[in-house]
């Protein structure tokens, strides 16, 4: 997420013709992407690429780089990477892989491609301030383990938050199946 | 006495009394006291980092706020609280533009981030506040016999440029603390990779491969645990096994258990009073060799 000054010199020369690798690198986290030259180092670096084939993060930067929009955006490969941060921490060129995938995950989630899970999350943060919802059961045995009761969730200061960055109104999934 | 701003996050709470109470038990009984403070929300962990960045980082400073306004450095249990806090914390101290439009945000809900604080784990505030030295003073249990296999995760350690907390690719710190209870600290393949929680729920079956190469690794080395600090570690491979055992017809047993528990169990904390019933895998195994 460094990068600043270059974000800034982006900016400036933004024109009509602005390119996917342009629009990924204003983005918070995406500016390092153009770094790349193709070593491989996150590839072999990562846990998931070492079990799966569908997902490789050199493939996500190279088609991202090649202007594969639509490909990088509605493909499941960007929803793959586990955030463990291997690959950035061992990117010779200082490519900040795991961020430069948020920044894709981010541009996707506004073109519309949701992932299911994804609506729930968003679901229970607006609702009770929390992804993971506690069960009254649990809740109710507290006192058992010695534990106090719960404070109240901060839900009016986190309202005023999602409505001023416009999270509130990303068209979420409804709860359900 | 330094106090801290318990960060208990949205886990623990919800299905991990266990971390909790073994947490709360042993903080305070070396010293630490912990402060519950309302209004603190979800952390904006990597799932909403996936949503909105900017969104995420103003959700994390409005914790952070919170601890500000109580005059209170923050400490975590969960090493995805830890990421998420510490990171927008560092981020936002050390740039100013983004600290000003995360302000511009927090200003609508009548908050400002000061920058005056700081955001540990709980390993971090054991090292610097307890010491290693009065740690194994306070041991009153020997787990010399136990061969210990622990996974700090992913996100004690990295992004390392933004946590500062170990050395990502040689890490000593959560083994020192291991070993200072006077369990042995073993190492096995691919001991720093990631367990694949993150997956859970987009992609069950490629979350459950990578859980279970962890699994069967400390198990090849002879661990009679794995020690884990983040819950969606410990659901993964405790819960994990149990998935492991109808997908891949194998059966390993092997128990899992926070820090904290086997801190506490080390202390000579009753294990009647952790709410260890939350474990999948039954710690029998283990409570043999603590005496």
């Known amino acids: 997420m460094e ?10 020369r933004e024109t009509s013709e602005a390119t996917f690798t342009d629009e990924i690198r204003r983005r918070l986290g995406g500016e390092t992407i ?3 030259y193709q070593c491989g180092t996150c590839a072999s670096s990562c846990p998931v690429a070492k079990v799966t084939e569908r997902y490789n ?8 780089l090649l202007e594969q929009k639509k490909e990088v955006l509605s493909g499941s490969a960007i929803w ?20 430069v995938i948020y920044a894709l995950r981010n541009i996707a989630i506004e073109e519309g491609y949701i992932p299911n899970i994804y609506s729930e999350f968003a679901n229970g943060l607006m609702n009770e301030g929390r992804i993971v919802p506690i069960s009254k059961f649990v809740e109710k045995k507290r006192p058992e383990y010695g534990l106090p009761q719960l404070r109240t969730a901060g839900l009016a200061a986190l309202k005023k938050i999602l409505a001023t960055t416009g999270f509130d109104k990303i068209q979420w999934k409804k709860e359900g199946p | 006495m330094t106090s801290y701003a318990l960060f208990l996050g949205c886990t623990i709470p919800a299905r991990q009394p266990h971390y909790e109470a073994s947490a709360r038990k042993a903080l305070t009984r070396l010293g630490i006291g912990l402060v519950d403070l309302d ?9 909403l980092q996936s949503i909105d960045t900017e969104t995420s980082l103003a959700i994390a400073a409005h914790n952070i706020c919170v601890a500000e306004q109580a005059d209170l450095d923050i400490v975590t249990l969960c090493t995805g609280c830890f ?12 740039n100013p533009k983004l600290k000003a439009r995360v302000n511009e945000i927090l200003s609508n809900a009548g908050e400002e981030f000061k920058g005056t604080k700081e955001v540990k784990h709980y390993l971090k505030v054991l090292i610097e506040d307890i010491g290693l030295e009065r740690l194994k003073k306070n041991v009153t249990k020997d787990l010399s016999s136990l061969k210990v296999a622990s ?14 907390f170990d050395d990502p690719e040689r890490p000593h710190v959560f083994d020192d603390l291991i070993e200072a209870l006077g369990a042995k600290s073993i190492w096995y393949r691919n001991k720093l990779k990631c367990c694949g929680g993150l997956l859970r729920g987009y992609a069950d079956d490629v979350a459950l491969a990578i859980a279970r190469d962890k699994i069967i690794n400390t198990t090849k080395a002879g661990a009679d645990c794995i020690v884990t600090l983040c819950p969606f570690c410990f659901l993964t491979l405790d819960l994990g096994q149990m998935l492991i055992k109808s997908t891949y017809k194998e059966e ?17 904390i009753d294990p009647k009073e952790l709410a260890i019933d939350f474990h999948k895998v039954r710690l029998d195994r283990i409570l043999g060799k603590i005496t």
């Open chain 1, 3 to 12: 990068g600043e000054s270059r974000m800034e010199h982006e900016k400036e």
């Open chain 1, 34 to 36: 153009a770094l790349c």
């Open chain 1, 57 to 64: 993060p050199r493939d996500v930067i190279r088609l991202s």
């Open chain 1, 80 to 99: 793959l990477c586990s955030s463990c941060y291997n690959c950035q921490e061992r990117c010779p060129q200082k490519v900040e892989i795991a961020d």
């Open chain 2, 39 to 47: 209004n603190m929300t979800c952390c904006a962990p990597p799932p």
């Open chain 2, 83 to 94: 990421e998420s806090l510490a990171m927008a914390n560092n981020l936002l101290k050390e």
């Open chain 2, 151 to 164: 996974f700090s995760g992913c996100h004690l350690l990295r992004p390392s440029a933004l946590l500062k």
């Open chain 2, 252 to 268: 390993y047993n092997i128990p899992v258990v926070h820090y904290s528990e086997l801190l506490s169990l080390a202390l000579g």
